[in-house]
């Protein structure tokens, strides 16, 4: 039975509770505000550099300033260039990776639980990573010319290492305990594979997916300058060797805000339907 | 491994040294590049071209540059020391430019806020933007390899230094302020160790990104090093010259990644407990049996 | 009726500059209604006897085996630290180690749940739950399979002390209800003689020291004088066998 000195305690606990309880948010706020205020500076500073250098320093045509590059970069977009090359290369990384994502969760899985294939693929998957992109792209141009197929196959090989060496990373770090736990209810195969195994494979399957996507691009890209007749490589390449400094800067930023707009839109809200099981770590 | 009346058994004669020599790792290693070359040569008559040459030509070409027979401007040798004094001072820059940044970054929370979007944007730029914007303003002279190496590892250096710092576990530098050791005894026993795989890994994906960014850049603006004579016979349309190129371009990272990498990190760490270091002893012989999923043959046995 | 039979076992782990044997030539018998203890210091194979008892490891020589009527029995494993996917919620994972998921089996598991007190956290994540609730989930997850024995090893020494005496004493109600044989390991000697009716001693190396019966009368409170004139008798035993210190 409360007394009611132990009330008025309960009450200034309940109070003094809710004051730390604003406290802390108005710091969150104030972190969250010094975060843009920063961020902004950042942008600002970096756009007044590049304007004082495109005016002062350089010539136009080593820089130009920010508002050529708009212009152009509005002119793009406009007369509908951007739809169509975007969807050139969209498309042969769309197919690329799929090859590559299967094939390399099928030999990450097959390295990471058997030794004897860990040996057998290590070599070439290590090789292929640090092998430069250009070599595969020379190589698939020899190969297919400036077939549809060469970019595709391009973007399977360089892809598919990225995505075997984070599947067999994941395995690697089998969570021995949650493991033996299934092994020790004699939990069937199937079961033990897709409530154990895949879900803790989750994040090293993104992983691979951010790696293999960003490696894709870069690689159908590049096959695009080297030898395509379509794509924001060829547009790339063409503004490259007509010297326009101002074109080719506008395709990158627009090749830029595309990428950026894949990972985080798309690929961000995947990952954070899946991960909601999360406990929330508080500050 | 069903837990009932398990008895160790005894390994058996002949058949269980050749089956232990199929099951050793390195007979996998070896039985790759059997497949591979194997592999090569039975698919070229299937190949929309016929320019593809077959294992023996590309050996016969790379034999030859080995022994520095070569029609290209500088031998193998020649062309991958000049890309590697160029990748060495590209990254070396790089070093000296990103450190600090990446340690501004990760202790001041401002700075952070103020490049963190630029880094993310560096980090994703494909290296061969990297090569032609140095092309483009720089022509045909030394300096565009290496700025390009610069360029294209820099961010990497910063953001593996900035994680590193944010990631000093607080408990062991409290550890240290409270057994009352300085300052500089700190940094260099416990800030300096726990910055080590983040420096390794900076080491590893900027050193890699500057390398592709290099090859780029000789490919597009330079007169020589290993890219240029990779796209020297590209032009001259020798397939050999390319595919043995390639090669030789796998070979150098095996060489880099074994005798440097390698070597590198295990001294570094040898602190750590191996993974999987206690192997059990079951009864029967195992190299090529499944370690991760349960032998669920075994539940109802 | 469940047996519980270890003859001759021999574990040995070669790591790569030695062979460590973590049990050696170990025999001992258990079967119906009796709550065994194993206790020993740290390193004397107790968890070690227990992963093979249960499967996940096998041995290097020797028998290890439950059985129950002639059959392999099904056991039930609590392990130190609850083991739970975190990735599904409480039900589900209850359901993870069930032979199938019918109605049926759904509200066997949910009153499972509820003996221990966590029935109405089915649908929560053990990332909202606390240890101790964790660890009942465990229990819970262990009896529901309905097993013939139960293997449990150090199940409470993670928890604090005043959540570990409430869970003693829900997982001794439990042992009298169901009347299960209990394999027990823990490295509290005071936990063993409260529960158990016999106690196992294993030494440094894997060896099997001692098997003694503790025959006093149930419920025990840990405060009494006769429990710890047990305990203090099975200490009294560890210093003789030498195992203290050292």
């Given at each position: ?8 305690g ?28 920063w ?17 002062y ?5 080593i ?5 050529t ?14 739809v169509?090359h ?10 690329g990776?799929a090859?590559?994502f299967v ?7 097959l ?23 250009l ?7 020899m190969?297919f ?13 360089t892809?598919?290492p ?14 021995k ?27 090293f ?6 790696y ?27 503004e ?44 | ?14 058949s ?33 071209t ?8 590309v ?18 040798y020649q ?26 970054m ?21 290296s061969l933007?990297?090569?032609l ?40 530098v409290?550890?240290g302020?409270?057994y009352?050791?300085s ?6 026993h ?8 983040f ?5 590893r ?12 850049a000789?490919?597009?603006a ?13 032009d ?15 070979i ?24 999987g270091?206690?192997r ?22 | ?11 040995e ?12 030539n170990?025999?001992f ?7 065994v ?13 227990l ?32 083991r ?5 919620t ?38 909202q739950?606390?240890g ?30 005043i ?47 001692e ?15 006769a ?20």
């Amino acid at each position: 039975m409360a007394t009611t000195s132990t009330t008025r305690g309960l009450t200034s606990e309940l109070q003094k509770g809710s004051q730390l309880d604003q406290q802390a948010k108005a710091k969150k706020r104030a972190e969250r505000r010094s975060k843009w205020i920063w961020r902004l500076a950042g942008y600002a500073f970096f756009i007044g550099l590049w304007q004082f250098s495109s005016t002062y320093l350089v010539e136009d045509f080593i820089l130009p300033a920010p508002l050529t590059i708009l212009e152009e970069m509005r002119e793009i977009v406009s007369t509908g260039l951007l739809v169509e090359h975007f969807g050139a290369t969209l498309e042969k990384i769309a197919i690329g990776f799929a090859i590559a994502f299967v094939v390399g969760s099928a030999v990450g899985l097959l390295m990471g639980t058997n030794r004897w294939w860990e040996a057998f693929f290590s070599d070439w998957v290590l090789l292929m990573m640090t092998t430069p992109g250009l070599i595969f792209v020379l190589v698939a141009v020899m190969i297919f010319g400036l077939a549809y197929i060469g970019p595709v196959v391009a973007v399977a090989v360089t892809g598919f290492p990225y995505i075997a060496v984070n599947l067999v990373e994941g395995v690697k770090a089998a969570p021995k305990d949650l493991n033996d736990m299934a092994r020790a209810y004699g939990v069937s195969r199937f079961n033990h594979l897709r409530h154990v195994l895949i879900p803790f494979l989750a994040p090293f399957i993104f992983t691979a997916v951010r790696y293999g996507f960003s490696v894709a691009w870069k690689v159908a890209t590049l096959t695009e300058v080297i030898a395509g007749n379509e794509g924001i490589g060829f547009m790339m390449r063409t503004e490259f060797q007509t010297f326009s400094m101002a074109g080719m800067l506008s395709w990158v930023l627009l090749f830029f805000a595309f990428a950026l707009f894949l990972e985080r839109v798309v690929l961000q809200r995947q990952i954070d339907r899946f991960f909601r099981w999360r406990p929330e770590v508080t500050a | 491994m069903s837990s009932t009346a398990a008895v160790a058994r005894r390994p058996l004669g002949l058949s269980a040294g050749l089956r232990r020599f199929w099951l050793n790792p390195r007979t996998a290693r070896a039985l790759s590049l059997v497949a591979f070359v194997g592999g090569w040569q039975l698919i070229i008559p299937f190949l929309p071209t016929e320019l593809i040459p077959t294992p023996i030509e590309v050996g016969e070409f790379m034999w030859a540059e080995l022994r520095t027979d070569t029609l290209a401007p500088q031998t193998v040798y020649q062309a991958f020391a000049t890309s590697l004094r160029r990748l060495v001072t590209g990254f070396g820059i790089a070093l000296l430019i990103g450190t600090p940044i990446g340690l501004l970054m990760g202790l001041f929370k401002r700075v952070d806020y103020f490049l963190h979007d630029f880094v993310v944007v560096g980090l994703a730029m494909p290296s061969l933007v990297w090569a032609l914007l140095a092309a483009m303003w720089f022509g045909f002279v030394e300096q565009s390899s290496i700025i390009t190496v610069v360029l294209a590892s820099v961010t990497f250096v910063i953001i593996n230094v900035a994680e590193g710092v944010r990631a000093v576990p607080k408990d062991l530098v409290d550890m240290g302020k409270a057994y009352g050791a300085s300052d500089l005894h700190r940094v260099r026993h416990i800030v300096f160790p726990s910055l080590m795989p983040f420096f390794f890994a900076s080491l590893r994906y900027g050193l890699a990104n500057g390398w592709k960014g290099l090859v780029l850049a000789e490919v597009y603006a330079s007169t020589s090093g290993a890219g240029w004579t990779i796209r020297y016979w590209y032009d001259a349309h020798r397939a050999q010259g390319v595919i043995g190129y390639a090669l030789f371009f796998m070979i150098f990272a095996l060489l880099v990644e074994r005798l440097v990498f390698g070597r590198l990190s295990r001294w570094v760490f040898r602190w750590r407990p191996s993974a999987g270091e206690q192997r059990d002893t079951r009864p029967h012989g195992g190299a090529g049996g499944d370690v991760i999923l349960p032998e669920s043959a075994d539940a109802d046995s | 009726m469940a047996t519980i039979k270890v003859q001759n076992l021999r574990k040995e782990f070669i790591t790569s500059d030695s062979t460590v044997v973590a049990l050696e030539n170990a025999s001992f018998e258990a079967s119906g209604h009796v709550f065994v203890s194993v206790v020993g210091p740290s390193g004397c194979g107790k968890s070690t006897l227990l992963n093979i008892l249960s499967g996940i490891d096998s041995p290097t020589s020797g028998i290890a085996e439950i059985t129950e009527n002639g059959r392999k029995a099904r056991n039930g494993y609590v392990f130190q630290a609850a083991r739970l996917l975190p990735w599904r919620t409480v039900m589900d994972n209850l359901l993870f180690v069930q032979k199938n998921r019918n109605e049926e089996t759904r509200a066997r598991c949910q009153k499972y749940l509820e003996m221990v007190n966590l029935g109405h956290t089915a649908n929560k994540y053990p990332g909202q739950l606390s240890g101790g609730m964790q660890q009942r989930v465990g229990i819970a997850r262990a009896f529901s399979i309905e097993p013939d024995v139960l293997l449990m090893d150090e199940p409470f020494s993670h928890l604090d002390a005043i959540t570990g005496r409430s869970l003693r004493k829900e997982l001794h109600n439990i042992w009298v209800e169901t009347k299960k044989t209990v394999l027990f390991v823990t490295h509290d000697v005071g936990e063993a003689v409260e529960l158990s009716n016999r106690i196992v001693i294993f030494g440094k190396g894997g060896k099997l020291r001692e098997d003694m019966a503790i025959d006093l009368p149930f419920p025990r409170d840990p405060a009494d004088d006769a429990v710890a004139l047990s305990k203090a008798n099975v200490l009294r035993k560890f210093e003789e066998l030498d195992l203290v210190a050292s």
